[in-house]
């Protein structure tokens, strides 16, 4: 089965009791034993759940992947997946990166003995350099948020010691529509599912794929353990939004495409970073490793970095918000906003700086869409 097809079959067969089509919302906390040790497969929701077993089997499908784990955000995930490392083990990371993620690495895992360096993986020589003998996890972020830089994924993997080292990406901005990082030679597989397979702003979640069944079992005991899942509904909600990927993915990407290309031709924009750009330093890499270039762009707009500020009160359309991946366009400022826990110093030094702005292309009339921003473009010139 193609895609489109495994999103909405996949772990969706009819209600064996009623014939259901749509898998029901399990609203339960446990189950009724018919003798002690005997049961149906399922016994406290926490541990399992049939709704969000139904969503694990669909996103598992999406990324052609064996195992699924869904969770209750996108940094449960991550978290349950560094559950891999232990202290003393060292984690090479995409040094463009959430700030989320950052803020869990530098200053919750860290004190737990886990080491963290940060480096453009755009420079294989330095991802190189960065992996020694104790690099337990590369963590690789493709396209890069915010600064949508793509890293090499296949060539990234080759560099490590498979062995010793597993290689997780978080695939958020791309989603699984356009990008398939197991096929490239990662392990593990994470997403904010509350972005692009969620796709409609009405729900958190993550999740976490992988074909290794020693990683998985990792990654499933301390779902359980720690207990971070998603309620019955909020996995129903998750499996809704995922049907419509595929239709979603290609007009987020052609609204972006058309959206990248004004701005770039725009006099009053100093830079744009899209990878469907060929002016993208990653273009090529881009274009070999993805399906298509996704609906996330960055840009900074020429003059002091007021400027953002008065642009960000202008839009109509593109909402100032946090996240991403919803059917509405959204504008973030990424320094104060989802990149705030990143010391100020480190963000500048990384290119996140107060000019930058970002954008989660929808999937209205582009036209609309950039008539918002050249509207706010003309009116932020006059401050």
């Known amino acids: 089965m193609k895609f489109s097809t495994r999103a909405i079959h996949v772990g969706q067969e009819a209600d064996p009791t009623t014939g259901a089509t749509i898998v029901p919302i399990y609203q339960t906390s446990t189950y009724t034993q018919s003798a002690v040790g005997e049961h149906k497969g399922f016994d406290y929701s926490r541990t399992v759940n ?9 996103l598992a499908s999406l990324e052609n992947a064996r195992y699924c784990s869904a969770f209750a955000s996108g940094m449960a995930a ?5 559950n891999i490392c232990s202290a003393g083990d060292h984690i090479v990371v995409t040094d463009d990166l959430y700030g989320g993620t950052y803020r869990l690495f530098s200053r919750v895992l ?4 886990m080491r963290f ?7 294989l020589d ?31 993997s080759a560099l490590r010691d498979p062995q010793r080292t597993t290689v997780v990406v978080d695939n958020t901005f791309a989603s699984p529509y356009f990008q398939q990082p197991l096929a490239l030679g990662a392990d593990v597989v994470v997403h904010s599912t509350t972005k692009y397979i969620g796709g409609h702003s009405d729900v958190v979640g993550g999740a976490a794929m992988t074909d290794r069944a020693e990683i998985y079992d990792i990654i499933k005991f301390h779902q359980n353990a720690v207990g971070g899942v998603p309620g019955p509904h909020d996995a ?6 995922a049907k419509t990927l595929a239709l979603r993915m290609r007009e987020h990407a052609a609204n972006a495409a058309r959206v990248a290309e004004f701005l770039e031709g725009h006099d009053e924009v100093e830079r ?3 990878p469907g750009l060929a002016s993208h330093p990653q273009h090529a890499i881009a274009k070999a490793q993805m399906s298509g270039f996704g609906g996330m762009l960055s840009f900074v707009l020429r003059g002091p970095v007021e400027r953002a500020f008065a ?12 996240s991403l991946g919803g059917v509405e366009s959204l504008l973030c400022h990424p320094a104060r906003m989802t990149h705030g826990s990143i010391p100020k110093e480190d963000r500048e030094r990384r290119g996140v700086t107060d000019g930058l702005l970002r954008l989660s292309v929808g999937i209205e009339d582009c036209d609309d869409l950039i008539a918002d921003l050249r509207r706010a473009i003309e009116r932020s010139a006059r401050g």
């Open 236 to 241: 129903w909600l998750t499996m809704r939004g």
């Open 50 to 58: 049939p709704t969000r077993s139904a969503l694990e089997a669909q």
């Open 126 to 156: 330095a991802v190189r350099a960065a992996i020694v003998a104790e690099t337990k996890l590369i963590w690789i972020e493709t396209p890069t948020n915010p600064l949508l830089k793509v890293v090499d994924i296949a060539a990234v």
């Open 110 to 113: 860290n004190r737990y003995g």
């Open 78 to 82: 991550t978290a349950a997946v560094l």
């Open 272 to 274: 744009v970073y899209y």
């Open 117 to 123: 360096t940060y480096v453009d993986m755009s420079d």
């Open 311 to 322: 642009f960000a009160r202008e839009t109509q359309l593109f909402s100032l918000a946090e």
